[in-house]
């Protein structure tokens, strides 16, 4: 019932600045939205109807706010429960900050992330490490469980007996740079769904082995694993059926349905996608599933400090085909791309795009490929150029709902007075 004062509660830039926004949005209301109809507003407290609103007002007040200062984003909330892999033990009400896991009450988030750009060999993927990679990562997050302190006995119940873990991905964009492929490119999704459902099998892998080992996750009763789904079949083999990206088959999906009929799942969740802003950093890597910010770009770190920061793979690239020069990186960092830059070779500028060379269509194609492929939900900002129109803001959001992802974030760059990551002539 106080939507519109949630929406406009981050109106003032100066305010609850430490974290994101969503507003949960239902199927009803995306179809009175289509219908150009009102929608019932919900006393969460009592579940009884409070008032109704336009779904049109609403949507664009949400629409006006993202194009102002990217906030709020929308979570799916009906697809998010649909994915719920334990509906007897509690619907899912919210997410953690940053979108990419779906929860319960008390539920906590536990994640990791491999990266990429270390997955590739002399311009050929090492399909081999990334299986030993996920299954060794799964058993290190299914021990973060066991040995950390909670701070309330609810969570520590919670945890434990759902024992969801989100392993995900960062250096998508230096394995696309490295194999010479385009980010906004079918080849580009392609290899996303491929990378995801390799990632995700391998995980469900290691979880039935660790379920061998050490018992079944507490909720395994009734959850999506135990018995039969939907239509006759079990968990993975309805998720999966006909939907390969190439990789896995469905015989595999399906023997792996045996198995957990046998032995059981370790953790009711194995894959999330978060955005890694300050790992990636660290491991000198893309963050998460994005596109490079820039290929050179300034970054206001925490203490008001000024860093140029050029890709690495682009400046290899860059000597090895005798185009770099400390004056083009300048000319670069300006905007960040390379696009309009006379001195770099078409084929280059195919392979090293910058977020805001990709469009609005291929950042959504791009969190669709992952998501499909994925148990909780993907983390990712599609990046809009300062001109952006509020019709192409709303126009993405039609576009996440219409390819069955979880949630959408958007922002247009320098909407804001202060953002980590700017561009040279943008401060």
Request: hydrophobic share 40%.
């Amino acid at each position: 019932p106080d939507i519109l004062d949630f929406i406009e509660c981050k109106s003032d830039n100066n305010k609850l600045n430490n974290f994101n926004i969503s507003v949960a949005v239902t199927d009803k209301f995306m179809e009175a939205l289509k219908a150009g109809t009102d929608y019932e507003l919900i006393n969460p407290q009592n579940n009884t109807v409070a008032g109704k609103l336009s779904a049109k007002k609403v949507f664009d007040m949400i629409v006006d706010g993202a194009w102002r200062n990217g906030e709020p984003g929308i979570v799916f909330i009906d697809k998010m429960n649909a994915d719920n892999p334990t509906p007897l033990v509690g619907p899912i009400e919210s997410t953690n900050p940053c979108g990419e896991v779906p929860l319960l009450s008390y539920e906590a988030c536990n994640l990791g992330s491999i990266n990429l750009g270390r997955m590739v060999d002399n311009g050929v993927i090492n399909w081999d490490l990334l299986a030993d990679t996920t299954r060794t990562a799964i058993r290190f997050l299914d021990n973060v469980i066991a040995v950390n302190n909670y701070p309330l006995p609810q969570i520590s119940e919670m945890v434990q007996n759902n024992r969801k873990i989100g392993l995900g991905v960062m250096g998508w964009a230096d394995m696309l740079m490295k194999l010479g492929l385009s980010y906004a490119s079918e080849e580009g999704t392609k290899l996303a769904g491929q990378i995801m459902e390799f990632i995700d099998y391998q995980s469900k892998v290691k979880s039935i082995e660790l379920s061998k080992e050490r018992g079944r996750f507490g909720n395994f009763k009734g959850s999506v694993y135990d018995g039969v789904f939907k239509d006759g079949k079990p968990f993975l083999t309805y998720k999966y059926e006909g939907k390969s990206a190439g990789i896995i088959t469905d015989e595999m999906w399906a023997d792996l349905d045996a198995q957990i009929a046998k032995f059981g799942i370790r953790n009711a969740t194995t894959t999330c996608i978060a955005p890694t802003g300050t790992i990636s950093m660290i491991a000198g890597a893309s963050g998460g599933v994005e596109p490079l910010f820039g290929l050179v770009f300034i970054r206001d770190v925490m203490d008001g400090t000024i860093m140029m920061e050029i890709n690495p793979i682009f400046e290899q690239y860059a000597r090895k085909h005798g185009f770099y020069s400390d004056e083009l990186m300048k000319k670069i960092s300006i905007d960040g791309t390379a696009a309009h830059c006379s001195e770099v070779p078409e084929e280059a500028k195919k392979i090293f795009v910058a977020a805001h060379d990709v469009s609005p269509y291929w950042h959504v194609k791009m969190q669709a490929a992952f998501q499909l492929h994925t148990d909780n939900a993907v983390s990712k900002t599609v990046n809009f150029e300062e001109h952006a129109t509020r019709a192409d803001i709303e126009e993405a959001y039609i576009l996440a709902y219409e390819n069955n992802l979880k949630g959408i974030t958007v922002y247009r760059n320098n909407s804001r007075q202060f953002q980590p990551m700017n561009l040279d002539a943008k401060k």
